[in-house]
Nanobody
């Protein structure tokens, strides 16, 4: 079993920054992927960024250049630094830990970009 805990959401003005953190604990596999997704009402959850245990990252074009994704392997923690935030970045952000066929989600953290 793996526990996934997110933190760092909140309200920010357009152009501002936020840093999200996600820590995984429990039965951590040496081969895994940690990722951030986001979801708005009525839409499917979409990938924001992912990183494997080997260090391979994936950031969609919509977030490249504004979002930075990093990982502390010793702490099994990933960080999402979000800069130049836009109103369309408003969503619930979810962290996901995946190893093999097993996937675990955090409870989600709300990010609201509004003036």
């Amino acid at each position: 079993q793996v526990q996934v805990v997110e933190s760092g959401g909140g309200l920010v003005q357009p152009g501002g920054s936020l840093r999200l953190s996600c820590a995984a604990s429990g039965s951590i596999s040496s081969v895994n992927t940690m990722a951030w997704y986001r979801q708005t009402p009525g839409k499917q959850r979409e990938l924001v960024a992912s990183i494997t245990s080997a260090g391979t990252t994936n950031l969609p074009e919509s977030t490249k250049g504004r979002f930075t994704f990093s990982r502390d392997y010793a702490k099994n923690t990933v960080y999402l630094q979000m800069n130049n935030l836009k109103p369309e970045d408003t969503a619930v952000y979810y962290c996901n830990y995946r190893a093999g066929i097993w996937g675990y989600w955090g409870q989600g953290t709300q990010v609201t970009v509004s003036s």
